[in-house]
């Protein structure tokens, strides 16, 4: 125990105490995320023609290690088509209470449809309301369920409780304010 | 006469105040400042910067159960948290915050008042220790005690040289020689260091906090006290913080004296050399550790309490042989 060593420990701590707080306040400020986090999914769809990358292939639903994902497909219509293939998915739901965010579809997705978006912010009272359809998942939609019913209540726009310092390129189309 | 003594009242009465005041905002300014240096933001959520946090946790605090454990003694078990705040509310009387009229008490013995007074505090934590009936309160009060009262001697001892230069025990006329020679922290600065390090123990702060050494003792004396009774124990524990932090200030800072030849405004000065002490103490909590329980008895008896004894023979002999004159 020498004087020195009790010196240098106040230095460090007076240091310390004119630094900026680590702290995020966060319902405030919003939480920085890194490029890679995985959050809410998003369905993609290409960016010139419009149309869904998914083909209704369920390769994510047979990926996915939680029994989260249901995909029912459909034959497209050729005049009218929705996706590129000949088949893309009628229904597409993920249940986020059952998702372990591992990543598992976007890694097995033939099309690149199924990519993992940033959202966090998923809790919610209702067991159904969990169930995410296309409609909440595709790149259009902005927010997720609470996040977006909140927002109608309010007439507000929607908040969103992160920052990344990019959007990586696989989430093309999104729009993230 | 009686008009006298209406006087002093609402000195004492205004006084009280700010010190229960000075203790709601020094629990905010504690944990602010305590987090800043663990570069956190700490409690800012009710109030602007948190300013409304010490209502918060007094309206908390009042509305928890009061549990008394069934093998304490009632009549001990009530009397300690009044006897613990009352001396630590009332050791601050004799502080003078201004000039002539500016203190409760100008009292000719007003350095053996603080310590008669934050002697009987210790009553206080002895008591409480003793009623609760309860291992770990038993063992906390007398860690306790045998801490305060050795480190109580090492701070009578270096406040000696202090009151033999000056040749007074009133705080006022201490203060006054201060203005009148400069500062004690001058003169007397080996008196200082030990009075500052014994100061420590006296308010239980880090490095000497061990009445309330958690990891050991869950909290020490006062673990069987909830609610207003736990809140009277919190108050006495900050006001000895409070007051100890004003006394080095009186005692070796000059008071309410203004330093550098600025205009002389009471209270102000002593506030700002206050703060001084609040913020030097708040730092070396945030930096330190706490030292074992047989190191510090040891440093207590050992180091400070001879090296203020030797100190004060030295100061005695330079005041025989002339002093000042």
Redesign the interface.
Known sequence: MSVMA?AK??G???R??F?????I?YPDAPVPLKPRFHGRHVLTRHPDTGLEKCIGCSLCAAACPAYAIYVEPAENDPENPVSIGERYAKVYEINMLRCIFCGNCEEACPTGAIVMGYEFELADYRYADFVYTKKDLLVDTVGSKPQRREAKEKKKPVKLGFEVPYVRPELEGVKYE | MIGALFVTAVKALVLILALLFAFAYITWIMRRGL???????GP?RVGPFGLLQPIADAVKAIFKEDITVAQADRLLYWLAPLLAFTFALAAFAVIPVGPDGWVVANLDMGVLYVFAASELAIYGVFLAGWASGSKYPLMGGLRSIAALVGYELALGMAILPVVLMAGTLNLQEIVEWQKQHGYFIVYQLPAFLIYFIASLAEMSRTPFDFAEAEQELVAGFHTEYSSTKFVAFYIAELLHWIVGSALIATLFLGGWDAPFGLPEIPVLWLFVKWALFIFLVL??W???FRTRYDQMIRFAWGVLLPAATVWFLITAYYVVKGGMA
């Open positions: 009790l420990a106040l460090i701590t007076l310390h105490f630094s900026k707080p680590v702290t306040p | 987090a800043r240096f663990q570069v956190r933001l800012n730092w070396i945030a930096s330190w």
